[in-house]
């Protein structure tokens, strides 16, 4: 399978707070190293505010253009938490409150001891035709409406989400990796490099400069789908790596 | 000045890397406190592979919609570092060498005893019509052309080009904000809170559920422009949560 052939995905993180600095996000890493594991290219990721609008026409645009859209954020109880209602507008369905849902909110909140009120039951909304995704940590479930998936925000719960509907993805063949670290500057290593990237036009190469415990180094990485070439790839690039006395460490990711 | 009347700004997050999870973006967090805190509001940021047909695109959609377009990644000697091209490509200019950018490699690399070959001076190279912007780091300098800023992936270069450059921005006003925290759930504030929104329409109120050192709470964040009413609309807040027993904490952002 070519690398153009793969399944895509789009991440849409929803939320002002990530817009305004207030919170680092974690969420996009998680996704975008567990899509990779599993054979789908994560093509792009976007953030955006908490406004009906925008995430109507966003989600719209996105889940043309991608398999799998991943949404994540806005899916509590609060009135800035409007994902549900805008991801119904944007299929054109109704909000509905679903009984499973439903049932499983009055659940945790007897056990809590707190009120099923008005402002919890918003949490068990889900746009008419979605299937629920499971919340083992707060109950409170994400769902899926055809190809788009909506997560909460909280990572440990948008994390559990994911592993608990991941086998509704159909991913390609697993892309694998490489890395050779050469202890030299990357302008040393450009040209025999962008060579290399030519034979190879089947393995992605990219260069990451670092600098640590007061050396100059390069982060080289292959990834491929093919074991043999990405081996034979790898093993010429340390080989010049070699020659530029940058010592390669291998490292299978 | 009301919020749609702001200044409005993208971030473009350049790189692979990203994308498959390798690396953990910070520079969107930073981008969004420092825009924030010069009253640009900070509209929407996307992650984007390096492509050049996918950077053009994205690139002229965003530069069309926004004041200002903020780039990260892709700007190094290698040959996956396709930025400036791309960006030239997008503005249909050409991508020259620039004399004082060219001066300042020179002089790096005399420094660092390097050779100033093809793929350093690859660095050199800034779409025609654009301005240097400093790089105190590592002398390679990002660019502005109109109303682009690119600048490099790495979190300390790119601060740095930000720092240098800032006072080609012009903001609104600054954004002021203050958080209430209440040790209740989420669930327990809703309608209030809903109610003491629809009271402030010039004041934004999120929330944000947490659970830390076995309690549940959540963090209430106020954002507007004018003090007096901010402070009338915390002021409310607090007694809210004082009323539903959460012993509220406020902090001045």
Excluded: W
């Amino acid at each position: 399978m070519t690398d153009s052939a793969r399944p895509t995905a789009c991440v849409l993180i929803i939320g002002n707070e990530i817009l305004t600095g207030r919170t680092q996000d974690v969420n996009l890493a998680f996704l975008a190293t567990r899509l990779t594991e599993i054979g789908v290219r994560l093509a792009e990721a976007r953030v955006i505010a908490d406004d009906e609008d925008v995430i109507v026409a966003t989600l719209n645009q996105c889940r043309a253009a991608h398999t799998y859209v991943f949404t994540t954020g806005g899916i509590g109880p609060t009135h800035d938490d409007i994902t549900a209602a805008s991801v119904a507008k944007a299929f054109g369905v109704a909000l509905e409150q679903h009984a499973e849902a439903r049932r499983r909110l009055a659940e945790l909140c007897e056990r809590n001891g707190v009120e099923l009120n008005a402002a919890r039951l918003r949490m068990a909304n889900v746009p008419a035709g979605g299937r629920l995704i499971d919340n083992p940590v707060s109950a409170a479930p994400g769902f899926q409406i055809e190809n788009v998936f909506v997560f909460a925000g909280i990572p440990s719960i948008m994390q559990a989400m994911f592993e608990g509907c991941k086998g509704r993805l159909v991913g390609g063949p697993p892309v694998l990796s490489r890395t050779v670290v050469g202890y030299m500057p990357e302008g040393t290593v450009a040209a025999p490099l962008s060579t290399l990237q030519d034979q190879y036009p089947d393995v992605e190469i990219g260069s990451y400069p670092f600098y640590r415990a007061g050396r100059f180094g390069t982060s080289l990485v292959l990834r491929g789908a093919d074991a043999e070439r990405l081996s034979a790839a790898t093993a010429q690039l340390a080989a010049l790596v070699t020659d530029l006395g940058g010592a390669p460490e291998i490292d299978p990711d």
